[in-house]
């Protein structure tokens, strides 16, 4: 399997880069990394791939993805222990990220079944009554796709899978910290049918994934990272679709009727699933006042039950960050808050590349740790005094994808869902829930664009009209 992957990256020789494990520091592998210099050989095979790609049916694009998605089905356990390897996640944690992964290609492929177009009603307009046709979905090209490290794997496939199902070539450049989840993803769809020059795979610097943002023939850019990285790109990449995820930093709200239980639980989960290192998960939980006391030290007994250890380990909750520089930075960001004025409730102990999960309370509205993604385990608490407080201080920060309530009124529940300035509210549950089907992106400075399947794949097509006008003789 191995060497299907290395086969379908077709990298270009220059130095070899080692992947660490961040629980124990060990090479786990390695991957040949390239520089700007290699941009006329990649755009060459990416053209070559964009003229195969369109050239395959719909139904063999389908078959492709059907395909990898029983492969990985299949070699679950495989993909899992790398997921683990590499970034540090969970054996728990993979194992869903896994199943996720197979669950978007397989998506994807009915997408490419399904999702060719439609007909235009040109007759139901005054003067366009002899005139019929339709629109196609037509690929792009070549598209350029950016992965992060936290979900190795089915971010990667939310990438591939709607790309391939409209008929594109891919430029892949995972990221430089977790590329080999991609790798045998691709050697898997490689496997599964699909033609080696379709998807070319760069591990590389900044420098590499700079020349292949603003290369011409790159026709979309799709980026899931941070906020600077983001407005780096739409700087240089001049006239091309972007679409991309940049994180977001929504709250959790909690009424004074919610379950307590349930709502500790799923926060907990959602503050601390793979180490904090996820864009939806829960940073902020604003907690009505007359449940304040009950639900901080519910939270915080929770959360101190908490397992952090060998990610390999089956009773391990929490595991390493991806590496000691993220946890001495989340640990620094913690105790910026402390010093002006936030409480310390839990947590904050650095071993490492480990870092225990934080709960704080007060923190002042200007630290960066409330207005900013933290991406890391860390929470802040926040009582409030009415519901229209509550939404006022979610509301207030800049970066927003997901956010949640919990309340027994269901008004309530859709009153907020309404006022949250978000992409997703999820009643009687945290921010980080996500189905791979549902549109995924941002309010506000979060995102740009929309991903899951569906949503991807529109992003990754064009339409094409085609109008017959039957006056002329044409029947």
């Known amino acids: 399997m191995a060497d299907i992957a290395l086969k379908a990256e077709r990298t270009f020789d220059d130095q070899i880069s080692a992947v660490r494990n961040p629980y124990s520091g060990a090479v786990i592998g390695s991957v040949r990394m390239v520089d700007a210099a290699a941009i006329d050989s990649i755009l060459k095979r990416a053209r070559n791939g964009s003229r195969t790609a369109q050239a395959m049916s719909r139904a063999s694009r389908a078959a492709v993805l059907e395909g990898a998605a029983r492969l990985v089905e299949q070699r679950a356990e495989v993909f899992t222990s790398l997921i683990v390897k590499e970034s540090g996640k969970t054996i728990t944690q993979a194992r869903k990220e896994t199943a996720r992964a197979a669950n ?12 060719a177009g439609e007909m235009v009603p040109f007759d139901a307009f005054e003067g366009s009554e002899n005139r019929k046709g339709w629109f196609t979905r037509e690929p792009l090209g070549i598209i350029a796709a950016i992965t992060p490290f936290n979900d190795p794997l089915n971010l990667v496939a939310h990438k591939l899978g709607p790309a391939i199902a409209g008929g594109n070539a891919v430029i892949l450049k995972p990221s ?41 023939e790159v026709r979309m850019v799709s980026f899931t990272g941070g906020f600077a990285t983001g407005e780096a790109i739409a700087r240089s990449a001049g006239l091309k679709k972007l679409a991309m995820d940049l994180g977001g930093n929504a709250a959790v709200i909690v009424m004074e009727d919610a379950d307590l239980d349930l709502a500790v639980d799923s926060c907990v989960s959602g503050a601390f699933w793979a180490a904090g290192q996820n864009c939806v998960g829960t940073q902020r939980i604003l907690i009505a006042r007359e449940a304040y006391e009950n639900f901080r030290n519910a939270f915080v007994a929770r959360t101190k039950r908490l397992r952090v250890g060998d990610p390999a380990d089956e009773s391990t909750d929490v595991g390493p960050m991806i590496t000691a ?22 947590g904050n102990q650095l071993d490492g590349s480990f870092y225990t999960p934080a709960v704080l309370e007060d923190v002042p509205a200007e630290c960066a740790i409330w207005q900013e993604e933290a991406f890391a385990p860390v929470v802040c608490l926040q009582p409030f005094d009415s519901f229209d407080d509550a939404l006022q201080r979610a509301n207030e920060v800049d970066f927003s994808l997901h956010a949640g309530i919990f309340t027994a009124n269901l008004d309530r529940a859709l009153s907020a869902a309404q006022s949250l300035e978000a992409s997703g509210v999820m009643i009687n549950d ?13 309010f506000k400075y979060g995102s740009m664009g929309r991903e899951g399947v569906r949503f991807a794949y529109e992003e990754m097509t064009q339409t094409k009209v085609v109008c017959i006008n039957q006056k002329d003789g044409v029947r």
Do not use: Q, W
């Not at 978007?104 to 999702?115: H, Q, V």
């Not at 991609?182 to 610097?205: F, K, S």
């Open 325 to 346: 520089d993220a946890a001495r930075s989340a640990r620094a960001k913690v105790d910026t808050a402390i010093a002006s004025g936030a409480t310390l409730l839990c």
């Open 430 to 442: 945290s921010s980080d829930y996500r189905f791979d089907a549902m549109p995924f992106g941002g």
């Open 104 to 115: 978007t290609l397989a998506l994807s492929a009915a997408e490419a079944r399904r999702n």
């Open 176 to 216: 430089e910290l977790t590329p080999l989840s991609a790798l045998r993803l691709v050697g898997t769809l490689v496997e599964a049918g699909l033609p080696e020059e379709v998807v070319t795979v760069v591990n590389g610097n900044a420098e590499v994934g700079a020349a292949i943002v603003t290369a011409r």
